[in-house]
Structure formats: C-alpha cells, structure tokens
C-alpha cells in the first residue's frame, strides 16, 4: 500500500472505524506509523477479509494495479454490492472496474490533494494538507443516508471531504495537477515547490495552456486562470513534497505516467488534438523508466 492507503487507513483507525488492509506485502505492513499535525501515532491494523461485511472499499492502489488487486475479491464484492471508492492518480480504470465486477457494484471516483510520504520503515508522514473530492462514477448510486454516512466518516477521519456531482470534472482538474507537476519533478528530480522557480515558468504555462486548449474542446469547465491558480496552490502547499513519480522513477519502479499523461494524451487525440509539451514529458518518463 502506498503512502496516501497508508495515511487513510492510518487516520481512518485513528478516528474509530474497522478497518482491514487487504494488500499488505508481508505482516510488518500491518504496523501503522503515522506523523501528521496531531503528532506521531503507532498502530497495528489486521488485514485480510473482516469477518463482519465490510461497508465499503477504499482502493488506494496505482491504476494500473486496480484489476489485479481487486480480482481476488471480485467474487465478495459482486455477492454484496459492496462499494468501492477508487482513490488513485490518474484516470481510466472504471471500464476496466465494471467489466470485473458487472453493473450492480456502486463505485465511487475520489480524487485526494493531499501530501503523504513513506519511507523505507514505512513510516508515513502527512506531509501537505489537502482535501478529498468524491462522487458518483458508475453503477447504482447509494441511498442518501448512506451516502452521508460513509461521507461524514472520511470527513471525521481526514477532513476536508466535499461531496460533487461532477467528479468527472474534479479528476480532470488532478489529473492537470499531476500533468504538470509529476513528470516535471520526476524528470528533474526535485520537491515540488522546485516548480515555483522562475526556470520552470515557461514549461508550467505552456503545459497549463494546452490543458486548457483540450478542456475548452472538450467541454469540461476548466479554463487557463483557473488551471494556474489551482496547480501554484499546490505547487505552493506540498512545497517540501516528492511528488509519486518522483519517488517511484527514483526507485525504478513503474509510473503513473498512463493513467494520466497517457490518458490526456489519447483523450486528446480522440478530439483531433496534440499536446506537444505533455506528448514530450510523455516520452521522456517513458524513457527514464527505461534506464
Ligand atoms: O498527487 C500528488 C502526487 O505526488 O502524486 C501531488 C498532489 C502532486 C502531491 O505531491
């Protein structure tokens, strides 16, 4: 599990909800160390499948291991129309969801602008206060008490959380986020708040540009001003952040760079336009990934 599994099921715990990690690489996984603004707290969770019916899950998996993780469970979930809330950079996995699991599983989008860093004790800290966006993806949409209550859990534990009805809307304004500053960091292997610096100020507007051209095509509300103030303010609060695929290119692990450059770029593609700037940052992960 990631830094960002890690700090949900760390705070989840903290504020009084079950929770059972389902992926742990091996049993020290279940040992919780968190430091965040509350201070530093030790847990022990016990993973596996609850004995109780679960209420919901929280997949905080890469895209591109979304499948395979939840395949295993595939048969629970479909048996109890359990929902899920995918929690993941990027965009593209909820075809993929629904043809595993059918059209009677309720699956939530989420998108999180929080900061979370592991290191290799699996310590995590908190480290860039944001907030978590979710909304109805696909399948039957829950009642509205349950909506609320599972909403008013996620707030308790790591708050803000805003309920939309255009998450669509609000995974492509990450996924612009991540579009612009994940590659850049990655690429010049450097904390996010590097990208304020006034040698990046060309690339990050011309980036910011071409999002926007592909928006305005596309018919999604995301215009340049907005683009900009959004990705500086979080350049700005995860300043001393890694950003993911900084951290994951520097451990020669695989990137996100489909789920969320490739995905604007075969988007764009579909509306005849090409991104030249994300098309190269496109090409040069994919390079560096490679060495
Ligand atoms: O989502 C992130 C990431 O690193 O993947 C940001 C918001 C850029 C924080 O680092």
Not at 54 to 61: D, G, H, S
Not at 62 to 82: D, E, G, M, S
Not at 127 to 134: K, M, Q, W
Not at 144 to 162: N, S, T
Request: hydrophobic share 45%; aromatic share 4%; charged share 15%.
């Amino acid at each position: 599990m990631g830094a960002l599994g890690r700090l949900y099921a760390a705070r989840l715990a903290l504020s009084g909800t079950q929770v059972s990690p389902l992926h742990p690489r091996h049993q020290d996984d279940c040992n919780y160390r968190l430091t965040d603004a509350h201070g530093e707290h030790n847990l022990r969770l016990r993973w596996g499948w609850p004995l109780l019916p679960p209420q919901a899950l929280l997949v905080t998996v890469k895209a591109y291991q979304v499948v395979t993780a939840l395949t295993p469970w595939a048969p629970q979930i479909r048996n109890l129309r359990l929902p899920l809330i995918l929690l993941h950079n990027g965009m593209g996995t909820l075809a993929p969801c629904q043809a595993l699991l059918g059209e009677q599983v309720p699956i939530l989008l989420a998108s999180s602008t929080h900061g979370a860093l592991r290191d290799e004790q699996g310590h995590v800290r908190h480290t860039g206060l944001g907030a978590t966006t979710i909304g109805h993806g696909a399948g039957p949409s829950l009642s509205p008490l349950f909506q609320q209550a599972l909403c008013d859990l996620l707030e308790r534990a790591l708050p803000p959380l805003f309920w939309t009805d255009h998450i669509e809307q609000a995974l492509w304004l990450k996924l612009a986020i991540n579009a612009v500053i994940n590659p850049l960091t990655a690429l010049h292997q450097c904390p996010n708040g590097a990208l304020a610096e006034g040698r990046f100020a060309d690339q990050r507007q011309h980036l910011i540009a071409e999002l926007a051209g592909f928006f305005s095509h596309a018919g999604i509300a995301l215009d340049e001003a907005r683009l900009t103030a959004t990705i500086d303010a979080t350049i700005a609060a995860t300043a001393g952040n890694l950003s993911s695929m900084n951290r994951d290119l520097a451990a020669g692990r695989r990137t996100e760079i489909d789920a969320i450059t490739g995905h604007l770029l075969a988007e764009a593609r579909q509306h005849g336009l090409v991104l030249e700037q994300h098309q190269r940052l496109y090409d040069a992960i994919k390079h560096a990934e490679q060495q």
